[in-house]
């Protein structure tokens, strides 16, 4: 078996760590302040609508939902629900074992919508990264056409992105509270997808 994938988790966990040690001792907060800075002073209303319709997409409620009428399906149960289901759960359950870890406070100088708890890592960011991305990887492995595995990871990658955006964008985050989030999603990622071809390799 190759070494790459185990290389690819090493280098997430180190990255996630290296992160959450220099955002607990501060040493990130003037890049937070001035790229939050930057993102929130194109506040519109029109925007914030967008922002907010974004973030909301995010929930726990819109992701859990669909990946419990997956496991339902019996044509897709086994092969899509399970894993889906799995790698969801997994990230909801890490993300609040991370935040009550590292219980850093989220940023509450431009507030456009309510949250309570830890800042970080993102809850939206990790669980998006983990439930799109795993919905990715399972529709590449069942298509063959190159435009359409092309075109969904375009589309995943804007998406993700937008939803990382959106949550610096409403206040309720600080970029390294979303970066965090992206880098415990790709793990939670990273480990479904090993575990998936070892089982099928």
């Known amino acids: 078996m190759s070494k790459k994938p185990t290389v690819a988790l090493a280098a997430l966990i180190t990255a996630f760590a290296l992160t959450a040690l220099f ?31 974004v973030t909301t997409i995010g929930e726990w409620f819109v992701y859990a939902p669909a990946a419990l009428l997956l496991l339902v399906i019996p044509k897709t149960r ?5 894993p889906v289901t799995l790698t969801l759960a ?5 993300n609040v074992t991370l935040k009550m870890l590292f219980a850093i406070p989220r940023p ?3 507030r456009l919508i309510a949250e309570t708890g830890y800042g970080f890592p993102s809850g939206h960011a990790m669980n998006s990264t983990a439930f799109v ?9 069942g298509v063959h056409k190159y435009s359409q595995k092309v075109f969904i990871v375009c589309l995943s990658v804007l998406f993700l992105l937008l939803m990382g955006l959106s949550r610096v964008y409403l206040g309720v985050h600080n970029p390294t509270d979303i970066l965090g989030g992206y880098l415990a999603g790709f793990i939670i990622l990273a480990s479904s997808i090993m575990v998936i071809e070892k089982k099928h390799g």
């Open 23 to 53: 955002t607990a001792a501060g040493y990130l907060d003037a890049l937070n302040h001035s790229l939050a800075e930057a993102v929130q002073s194109l506040e519109a209303p029109a925007l914030t609508a967008f922002m907010i319709a």
């Open 108 to 110: 509450d100088a431009h």
């Open 78 to 82: 086994r092969k899509i629900g399970l």
């Open 133 to 141: 991305g795993i919905c990715v990887f399972l529709f590449i492995r």
């Open 90 to 94: 997994a990230s909801a359950a890490l």
